[in-house]
């Protein structure tokens, strides 16, 4: 009895859009207008509705589908369909959505509870036309997955983020289709994982594990290019890849043009100047690495100084691409060794009588400076002026006030053992009432 009245009242697929999409929602006719023939008593659905070709359902708290006529008079224009954040815990239920959406090309069924869930194979036909799959934090089983990539002959895009797998089940039909597979956010480590996307996708383009802790790139040059011989974007970023060769051997994908890699043990000891320079020297052919695209200007420069990075280590432990960059370059002298380190000088400063050396850094602005001295002599927060002395050309020059709170300390040629006057204001006894 607790079953059925549970039934009664889940929330149907049916339900939501005859309340979001009716015309007193959309009293200016926005959407597409489907005609509904009249429906029995009690039906849920209203006698016209205005419905997009895009239909955004998310988080309605729809557990069933509802009456498959009323879906298929809805939804014969539709195209992409979320349900995300919803509570459809069985594939029967989805299936009578889907079946009943003719023209549905993408489908999002993130967030729904679907982890003991069977996909019947004689039922997933109904997916055939989807080109696009979510089913992010779903937990559906590998059974399920391979079930819907061998009845979606067209899918290119399939998204399994936050699915917590640690390992993937292999299926023994490929799905040539897919172009793009994302699986961020699980637990794969072994390369040994990764290399079972090649032979199950084998047109993969781009391929997203973005935050699993893949340890190592383990295969040959012959078995990377057999497995991934489309691969053209694939995302590391926060693998835990901690050995150069790794990086050496995503030169054997074929078609390599783009890389992400930040966020990975490796690259933690270097600069970020550093990562760049050392990781497009050793990658030739990736043109967009870490989301920036890669110029010449900006190959040549990695190059260069990837050899005089280690053109000092022992010839056992340079890197292969090092020879090669020099047959390209020759052998380069080290860059010039020059101290960028902010300069600094001591002057004296006066204050009334009393005199204090202080240390100032010449590229500082004069209101820098001006800062600088009221917290350190305790000056007042205003009403002073500063006036630089140049004891060798005082007798000449005169102090030379500092007024211009934007100029730099270093454009008045300051030395060790000049002095910095500073004196009050004085108050101009003229006023506007004396005008």
Known sequence: MDQSYDDEEARTFVQVI???????????????GVVVLPSPPGSPVKGRLFLPSVLVLNDCG????????????????????DLSYNEIHEWAEICAIVSNVPRLDFLNLSMNPLSGATLEPRMADVFSRVRRLVLINTHVSWDTVHTLTGNTPELAELFLCLNNYQHVSQSHTSCPSLRLLQITDNHLRDWAEVRKFGLMYPGLGELVLANNRVESVDDTRQTLQRLFPNLR????????LSKWEDIERLNFLPKLQELKVMGIPLLQ?????????LLLAQLPNVSVLNGGAVSDNDRDAAERFFIRYYQHFPEQERPHRYNELVCKYGQLAPLADVD????????DVRWGDRVEAVSLRLEQTVSDLRKQLRALLQLP???????YI???????????????GFRALHSYSIRDGDEILVVPKVKSRCSSSHL
């Not at 729809?62 to 992409?80: L, N, P, Q, T």
């Open 381 to 387: 927060s205003n009403g002073i002026r500063l006036f």
């Open 233 to 240: 974007c694939i995302s590391l970023n926060n693998s835990a």
């Open 269 to 277: 000891p270097y600069s970020t100047q550093e990562r760049r320079s």
């Open 18 to 32: 005859s309340d979001k999409y009716n015309t007193e929602n959309f009293p200016y006719g926005q959407g597409v």
């Open 62 to 81: 729809i557990k069933k589908a509802g009456d498959r006529s009323d879906i298929a008079a809805f939804c014969a224009h539709v195209v992409e369909l």
């Open 390 to 404: 140049d004891r060798e050309m005082s007798s000449v020059l005169g102090p030379e006030e500092l007024k211009c």
């Open 340 to 347: 960028l380190s902010p300069r600094c000088t001591t002057v």
